[in-house]
């Protein structure tokens, strides 16, 4: 099994900084999520630990062995890793089994043992049965599932997902998301994922790490992410939830001269403050502001509502409220984000 070292990992494209500087752990068996906006340079990390780019600073160990450095390289095919492209990367002409048999071939495997393997990673993302099935009549679920045997078939302890849900539709990534879940609980390999959604990180990962700019902003648990973001970047990316500044005096927080429980370092005379639309409710004698707009989203109205200093938080109501409506809201929980 192998544990993944990135140390001051830094890649530059001519002037454009892709990843500055990024040092983190993959414990071995963890499953993790790379996470951020558009350019932050997930992908340029999973092809810097694949092998496929060369670092220009600080370097990358597989269990204690270096393989990639700004002077030396492990080439992709002697790193044991199995990566899944967005693109899947499937042979159009070649049957289901052809495909994940593929890289078995190239070894120069038996026939038998062949088959075995094939038909124990079909099962594996619950393709029993698909084989002699052309590729080209699969839908998008069943050719990302099959590009995932063709990576297990080879019984590697690594494997790179790039956004493997952002070519499904909803249902198909809910599926996708327990094949997943039940794929890493079986193998016990070490999986990290590139995704720009963050619910699909929270749900997946059981360690995430935001990066922004081509710098880590927070590496946790998804409940850590959510629950005590480090900064302003991952309390506007993970969750919904509203930033606004609250006053600190002795030691307590108060909002529009209400005090509020807050968890988090009280320092210096401004706190800004992350409230979630769960953690806030109308009371009556709570935190006035007025509604600025209501809309419906199934489990309820989101509701925003603006406070007297101009600052608006996101509430969910339970019936609609019309804009302009005075309204008083109490704080159940709150953040102080650091920085
Ligand atoms: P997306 O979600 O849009 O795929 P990303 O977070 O995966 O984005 P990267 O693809 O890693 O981001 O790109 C990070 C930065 O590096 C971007 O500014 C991108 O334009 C740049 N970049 C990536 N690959 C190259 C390349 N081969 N040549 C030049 N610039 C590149």
Not at 166 to 176: G, S, T
Not at 228 to 250: C, I
């Amino acid at each position: 099994m192998t544990t993944i070292v990135l140390d001051t990992l830094t890649k530059r494209f001519g002037d454009n900084l892709a990843v500055n500087a990024a040092s983190f752990t993959l414990e071995t068996g963890s499953f993790t999520a790379l996470l951020g906006p558009s350019g932050c340079g997930k992908t340029t990390i999973l092809r810097l630990i694949a092998g496929f780019e060369q670092p220009s600073a600080g370097s990358i160990h597989f269990n204690g062995r270096q393989v990639g450095s700004p002077g030396a390289m492990v080439p992709p095919e002697r790193r044991s890793l199995g990566i899944v492209f967005q693109s899947y990367a499937l042979w159009p002409h070649m049957d289901v089994a052809s495909n994940v048999a593929y890289p078995l071939q190239a070894r120069g495997l038996g026939r038998a043992a062949i088959d075995e393997r094939v038909g124990a990673a079909l099962e594996m993302v619950s393709l029993a049965g698909f084989g002699q099935r052309s590729v080209d009549g699969l839908s998008g679920g069943q050719r990302q599932r099959v590009a995932l045997a063709r990576c297990l078939v080879t019984g590697t302890d690594i494997i790179l997902l790039d956004e493997p849900l952002a070519n499904l539709d909803v249902h198909l990534r809910a599926e996708m998301l327990d094949v997943f879940a039940r794929l890493h609980e079986k193998t016990g390999a070490t999986i990290v994922f590139v995704t720009h959604d963050q619910s699909e990180a929270l749900a997946l990962a059981d360690r995430v790490i935001v990066l922004d700019r081509g710098v880590v902003q927070q590496s946790g648990r998804p409940e850590q992410l959510y629950n005590e973001p480090a900064n302003a970047m991952v309390a506007g990316f993970v969750g919904r939830g509203m930033l606004v500044s609250a006053l600190v005096s002795d030691g307590r927080v108060t909002l529009a001269d209400r005090p509020v429980l807050v968890r988090g370092q009280v320092q210096g005379s401004k706190a800004a403050l992350l409230l979630r639309p769960e953690n806030l409710t109308l009371a009556d004698a709570g935190i006035p502001a007025a509604v600025v707009a209501a809309r419906y989203s199934g489990a309820g109205y989101d509701t925003i509502l603006q406070l007297a200093n101009g600052e608006q938080v996101l509430l969910t109501a339970r019936e609609r409220l019309e804009p302009g409506r005075p309204v008083h809201f109490a704080i159940e929980d709150a953040w102080i984000v650091p920085g």
